[in-house]
């Protein structure tokens, strides 16, 4: 299983972009990366995924770089409702899906 | 679309009593299914998961136990509650992809006293 390391916390301000990266060094070839976003007292919820390059939604932005060995979620323009914990996965056919412990993100006004 | 229900929301329940929690799918078939716990201020803890009815696999040794009686229905089940099996307990499903992202319930919190 290729194991996820994400800084425990961040601050930020409202209005800002806020980049959250994760390292997996030893993802495999057929290893997708994923994001959840998780509210206190709620289920996590999927936010993006990608397996290279970038990928883009209404929410986020997910960059890998051509090695695949990191991963960063990007947050463009926070405000204090993205207040949350971001948990990177990394995920294939054998992965039952373990969730790492997550960055708390702290948005200020 | 796709539902996942949950249930009971919150739950306290001495220490040596039985625990059954709850969780329905719809919206999709043969999902594969999950339980996590969280603990306060902690990350999530994969519990059980089965990719069928009858199937399932226990990630973590303990006094739990889940059971899938129906295709989407998942059942997390203790015949005597310790204090450590307080936290908040979540269900999940995904579909059988390996790019398929988890769509997880509202959860239980579970308090042993």
């Given at each position: 299983l290729a194991k996820t390391t994400q800084p425990i916390s961040m601050d930020s301000y409202e209005g800002q972009e806020v980049n959250i990266t994760c390292s997996h060094n030893n993802i495999a070839t057929n290893d997708y990366i994923t994001w959840y976003q998780q509210f206190p007292s709620q289920g996590p919820r999927f936010i993006i995924q990608g397996y290279k390059t970038k990928v883009t939604n209404e929410v986020a932005s997910l960059f890998i770089p051509a090695d695949r060995k990191s991963s960063t979620l990007s947050l463009p323009r926070v405000s204090l409702s993205d207040t949350a914990v971001y948990y990177c996965l990394v995920v294939n056919a054998g992965n039952m899906l373990t969730f790492g412990g997550g960055t708390r993100l702290m948005v200020k006004p | 679309s796709q539902t996942i229900h949950q249930w009971p929301a919150t739950l306290v329940q001495p220490v040596g009593s039985p625990l059954s929690l709850e969780c329905t799918v719809e919206g999709t078939s043969n999902p594969n299914l999950y339980w996590y716990r969280q603990a306060a201020g902690r990350g999530l803890q994969?519990?059980?998961?089965?990719?069928?009815?009858?199937?399932?696999s226990s990630e973590v040794p303990q006094n739990l136990s889940a059971s899938r009686p129906q295709d989407r229905q998942f059942i997390l089940s203790s015949k005597k509650l310790l204090l450590s099996d307080s936290g908040f307990y979540l269900c999940a499903w995904s579909r059988d992809r390996v790019d398929s992202p988890l769509h997880f319930g509202n959860g239980t919190r579970l308090t042993v006293t």
């Open positions: - | 994969l519990l059980f998961y089965s990719v069928g009815i009858g199937q399932i």
